[in-house]
């Protein structure tokens, strides 16, 4: 099956300038820094308990995203990949590409109790491209497309020549055997993660400079396929954008916040030029995890407005009975995000001016199909679905944005592109596509 990511980013490529195909990615690759944390807290914890959720559950909450088929990326650890990838064959027949963690600097090490990354960070890696590809060292040729042949690598500069310089000659030999393997990757490029002697306001700059400069080098057999960036707001995005339209912007989405933070960090970043989003705690610490990638993908295909989304997200977690983290007020604020990946150094993103408070809107918000408690509650599968491996049952019907229409592959007597069992192929649809599917949807006319 053709992966979404690819045919988007030749769609890209062709049309930078007025292309509105836009990446979407869940970095579900968290236990290569935070470990047991990863997954995030169990609801079964009690006061003063630390108690996570479990490794199984982490991957579980993968398997559902990819099946719901609104991302186009799964970034996953080495061991994680191997296990979904290659044990389970789930992105065998899906759109959505398996990537994992290339490397894991020292900047990202967070240990309770560790100190690591309070310290300038060191270039550090732990997986193989080898068990990536093949699963094992040593792939023969024929072996390298089994599994994963897409990686995150990233850079930390701290305006320290020594150490700027052993990360520069790391990534040169990462790019040196990625390129002999066949093997992609998309470079993640952090803040600094301690002082650095540069202004607040030079910052952006410097860091874009870094990037155009460390790649001015490099032929395009070894360029990243797109770029994994703090956004520091329209100017440093526009003159990145506007330098190399072919170089592929792309936001991470650092601390989890609001879910307007997270909505609006979307919306204006694809206003100034990004073409990709990766959310890794944003979407793991979300109440509904499937419903928040399903409003993640409805802002980028411009079906909806930050405000409005963060609105009906709250009327479909009470639709679902799931009690909200914060207030509808409280999550509609705007707040200071904490971009880098340990949430210890503070970015203001320039804000939009604040909503007025106002009433639900009238129109109904967009219906949402999402995991609901299993009959039995001890997640084995029921007649009608399928279990998760955590008390949830996952209907059999698709876990995806829609009122199934009369005939499967239309809406609004338009036929758009579906899936063997009948399904929105959300992968194969152009924005104007998904667009027009959601307005028919809605009821919204042509």
Aim: with cysteine; hydrophobic share 40%.
């Amino acid at each position: 099956m053709q992966k979404s990511l690819d045919r988007k980013l030749a769609a890209i490529h062709a049309d930078p300038y007025n292309c509105r195909e836009f990446i979407l990615a869940d970095a579900k690759d968290a236990d290569m820094a935070l470990g047991l944390g990863a997954p995030g807290q169990s609801p079964e914890l009690h006061a003063g308990e630390v108690r996570f959720k479990t490794l199984e559950q982490y991957r579980e909450q993968m398997r559902l995203i990819t099946r719901q088929g609104l991302v186009d990326i799964m970034l996953m650890s080495a061991s994680s990949n191997y296990a979904l990838t290659f044990g389970e064959r789930l992105f065998a027949d899906s759109h959505v590409t398996p990537a994992i963690r290339a490397n894991d600097t020292t900047d990202i090490h967070l240990a309770r109790g560790a100190s690591y990354a309070a310290e300038a960070a060191l270039p550090f890696r732990t997986a193989s491209l080898d068990h990536a590809m093949c699963g094992h060292l040593d792939c023969k040729p024929e072996e390298r497309s089994l599994g994963a042949n897409l990686g995150l690598y990233s850079v930390t500069f701290n305006n320290d020549l020594r150490r700027d310089i052993e990360t520069l000659e790391r990534f040169h030999a990462f790019r040196e055997e990625a390129e002999r393997k066949g093997f992609r990757y998309f470079l993640e490029v952090f803040d600094p993660n301690v002082a650095t002697g540069i202004a607040p306001e030079t910052l952006p700059h410097y860091l874009n400079d870094m990037i155009t400069r460390m790649l001015a080098g490099v032929a395009p057999a070894g360029r990243p396929v797109f770029l994994k960036i703090v956004y520091h707001g329209p100017r440093a995005m526009e003159e990145l954008v506007r330098f190399d339209p072919h170089l592929v912007a792309g936001i991470l989405g650092g601390s989890s916040g609001t879910t307007r933070d997270a909505f609006q960090l979307l919306h204006d970043a694809q206003k100034y030029g990004a073409k990709v989003a990766l959310f890794g705690r944003k979407i793991n610490h979300a109440e509904n995890q499937l419903a928040f990638v399903q409003f993640l993908r409805l802002i980028v295909d411009g079906v909806i407005q930050p405000v409005d989304a963060v609105k009906a997200y709250h009327a479909v977690l009470g639709k679902l009975g799931i009690a909200p983290t914060r207030s509808l007020e409280d999550d509609l604020k705007v707040t200071e995000q904490s971009m880098s990946y340990a949430g210890g150094k503070a970015v203001t993103v320039p804000p939009t001016s604040p909503p007025a408070p106002a009433p639900a809107p009238a129109s109904p918000a967009p219906s949402i199909v999402a995991a609901q408690p299993s009959a039995n509650g001890n997640g084995k599968p029921s007649a009608n679905g399928t279990a998760n491996g955590n008390g949830w049952h996952v209907p059999s019907r698709p876990l995806v944005t829609e009122s199934r229409p009369s005939r499967e592959n239309e809406v609004g007597g338009r036929a758009f592109a579906v899936t063997a069992d009948g399904r929105p192929d959300f992968g194969k649809m152009t924005p104007n596509d998904r667009l027009a599917y959601h307005r028919a949807r809605l009821g919204l006319g042509g």
